[in-house]
């Protein structure tokens, strides 16, 4: 007699992929397109955090002489 085969537990992937060994070709696109929409809005996070962070700085006026600014 055969006995009977127990489940065996899902890989990381598998568990990523909703219990499927491999993802299907348009899921796969949708993946890659996904991963460069997140690497374009990084990009822009850090751009306006640099613009934030370089407004907050006071900037000293080079134009004046040291007396005259205050």
């Known amino acids: 007699m055969t006995e009977p085969t127990k489940p065996r537990a899902l890989t990381y992937t598998e568990m990523m992929n909703g219990g499927r060994q491999h993802l299907d070709d348009a899921e796969h696109i949708r993946e890659q397109e ?35 600014r205050a």
């Open 34 to 68: 996904l991963e460069k929409k997140v690497v374009a809005l990084e990009r822009l996070v850090d751009h306006l955090e640099r613009a934030l962070n370089d407004s907050a700085t006071p900037k000293r006026d080079a134009s004046l002489p040291e007396e005259k």
